[in-house]
């Protein structure tokens, strides 16, 4: 599969000229970079792999890349009498799209046909089928004068059913529309890849969204609850007793703080006047603040005349003073010792 560059928002795709020695990769390949302009491709390159030759270079196709991704083919190739089957394997792992380029000598078709079945169980072994990537076929060496007929290169090969092309690498003839239709095909798949994550991305955000608006449904439903909790303790039965009497007396909703305590009787007591709410706020802005008392004794007493004399200090709201607190002992024998 292409890799993905997330962040710089490119693709590279891989694709592999396979096929029988002597077929026509190497010049196909050559013809390919030569056509491509300077600043589309990298470098060349040519490196040994396992006493094989394996060339390579990639480019940027003039197509506009997909969904704003730049693609970047990398064409490998191994070529060279010896051709090591480790040595394909290495340079099909990860592969995107594969040209096969047959040979149109009739010497060359048993060749062509191990070739093809070498690539499926190749591609079999990496994990794809080969029906399962992008393939197309590259008749080659079609100006030979004992060419095989095409129909029956196709009838013999194309079992796949895949797209063909004839061609002759030499003079370059044929050699770009096999790779510009596999281009095609690898950019559909990346085109199914991105429209995949895309869909993924759009599922989870979703997902994301819908968790959170349960959420924030959740939060204010239960913040709803507590104003209603907190309208009921404002409101009671009691209050809402005392308050009604008059359409506006019905919209004062008491504050929180100011509700009646839910033990106040719900009916005023026989005797009792009902106070209107107002009334009532007034009252109680109007009482005062239940104080501390303190009466300290601050010295010994004396008896005097059947009152009992006692030095005290009052201590409130914040202030001390000091008194004689004198008590009437009025009917008390005064005891002796
Ligand atoms: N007449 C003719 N000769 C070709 C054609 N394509 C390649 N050749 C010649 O065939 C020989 C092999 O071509 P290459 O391009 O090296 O083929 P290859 O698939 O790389 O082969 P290996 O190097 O053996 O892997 C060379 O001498 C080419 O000049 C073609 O279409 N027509
Ligand atoms: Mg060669």
């Known amino acids: 599969m292409a890799l993905f560059n997330h962040v710089s928002r490119e693709a590279n795709a891989k694709i592999v000229y396979f096929g029988p020695g002597n077929g026509g990769k190497e010049s196909s390949v050559t013809h390919v970079y030569r056509k491509l302009s300077p600043d589309s491709r990298s470098p060349f390159k040519a490196m040994s792999l396992q006493g094989d030759r394996m060339l390579c270079f990639d480019f940027r196709p003039a197509e506009k890349g997909i969904d704003g991704y730049n693609v970047r083919f990398h064409l490998y190739t191994v070529v060279d009498e010896v051709q090591k089957l480790n040595s394909w394997k290495m340079a099909l792992k990860g592969a995107d799209g594969v040209l096969f380029v047959a ?133 009671p039965e009691a209050a809402q007793e005392t308050v009604t009497g008059g359409a506006e007396a019905s919209a004062v909703i008491p504050e929180v703080d100011a509700a009646p305590s839910c033990e106040e009787p719900a009916e005023p007591l026989p005797g009792e006047e009902a106070v209107s709410a107002e009334e009532a706020a007034t009252a109680e802005e109007a009482a005062p603040e239940e104080e501390e008392f303190r009466l300290e004794i601050t010295g010994g007493g004396f008896l005097a005349d059947g009152r009992l004399t006692v030095p005290v200090m009052v201590t409130a709201g914040g202030g001390c003073r000091e008194f004689n607190l004198v008590i009437t002992l009025a009917g008390v024998e005064p005891r002796q010792g």
């Open 103 to 235: 040979d149109s000598h009739p010497a060359r078709q048993k060749e062509n046909l191990d070739r093809l079945n070498e690539l499926q169980e190749l591609l079999a072994a990496e994990g794809s089928g080969i029906d399962q990537i992008p393939l197309v076929i590259q008749y080659n060496r079609r100006d030979i004068p004992d060419a095989v007929p095409l129909d029956e290169m196709q009838r013999r090969l194309n079992r796949f059913n895949v797209p063909g092309f004839p061609s002759v690498a030499t003079s370059g003839d044929g050699v770009l529309p096999p790779l510009s239709c596999l281009i095609k095909m690898v950019l559909g798949r990346i085109r199914e890849t991105l429209a995949a994550k895309a869909k993924v991305e759009a599922e989870v955000e979703a997902e994301v969204e819908a968790e959170v608006e349960v959420e924030v449904e959740a939060k204010a439903e239960a913040e709803a609850e507590v104003e209603v909790e907190v309208e009921t303790g404002a409101m």
